[in-house]
């Protein structure tokens, strides 16, 4: 009986483990690395065939509170891996709970260089309360790649 019972305590710590694992959410290095992979899947295929595979919730460019989405020059969003129906939508006017410019603000950033991280405070889809956010982009030609994480 006794065997049975720690056999079973170390299952559920194991799968409790791997629950929690799965529930935390993704780094910033993990982020850069999604950036990274979809410049160079752009670079490799095209924007239509990347931006594709950013779209697909089951793809590659989702993991853990990760995603990629992708902005034009003038705040338009081009392919976002977790809300569709962003696409086509221009955010240039989007602002966080302080009413920091999100969108405008990577975008003059972008402007003098290449690639940083913009700041904001936005909901946590998997806390459901308002945090602070980080997104990582990288210019390539006149869009820029993107990908948040919650600090």
Sequence with gaps: MRK???AALCICLLFGSIVYAEAEGGTAEEA?????DAVALIQESGQDEAFAAFNDTAGDYVMKDL?????????????HGAKA?????NLMSLQDKDGKFIIKDMI???KTQ?????DYKWEN???????????????????LVCCGVYR
Excluded: H, Q
């Design 125 to 143: 889809p998997m806390t459901k309360s308002i945090g602070n956010k980080s997104t990582y982009f990288r210019k390539v030609k006149d869009i």
């Design 108 to 110: 003059e950033m972008a």
């Design 67 to 79: 995603y990629i989405f992708v902005v034009d020059m003038s705040g338009t969003i081009l392919a």
């Design 32 to 36: 850069k690395a999604l950036v990274d």
């Design 114 to 118: 290449s690639e940083g991280w913009v």
């Design 4 to 6: 049975s019972l720690t």
């Design 85 to 89: 129906s962003l696409i086509g939508k």
